[in-house]
Nanobody
Framework: QVQLVESGGGLVQPGGSLRLSCDAS????????MGWYRQATEKQRELVAK?????SANYADSVRGRFTISRVRNTVFLQMNNLKPDDTAVYYC???????????????WGQGTQVTVSS
């Protein structure tokens, strides 16, 4: 079994910062791309950022220059600076995980963490 557990969400004022963490644990042989998505109320889930094993990162236009994704072993981080009310959403991490050498990669999701940006 594989689990992704996010932490670090909360309430912050506009212009503030938060750092999200997502730890992958369980029966893991290899982890490929890891990423962060978000879903605001009554909107579709959207990609925020993703990062390869080699450290190459891609960002949504709306967060580029303000957010930074990074990873260390089985953990992916999202440093969020200069937060805006439009960043309010539930943030989900995901990861492409190979459970053993004989299987393919499958995508796993965390349970989500709420980020609210409000004065």
């Amino acid at each position: 079994q594989v689990q992704l557990v996010e932490s670090g969400g909360g309430l912050v004022q506009p212009g503030g910062s938060l750092r999200l963490s997502c730890d992958a644990s369980g029966s893991i042989f290899s982890i490929g791309i890891m990423g962060w998505y978000r879903q605001a109320t009554e909107k579709q889930r959207e990609l925020v950022a993703k990062i390869t094993v080699g450290g190459s990162a891609n960002y949504a236009d709306s967060v580029r220059g303000r957010f930074t994704i990074s990873r260390v072993r089985n953990t992916v981080f999202l440093q969020m600076n200069n937060l805006k009310p439009d960043d309010t959403a539930v943030y989900y991490c995901n990861a492409d995980i190979q459970r053993n050498w004989a299987t393919t990669y499958n995508t796993y999701w965390g349970q989500g963490t709420q980020v609210t940006v409000s004065s």
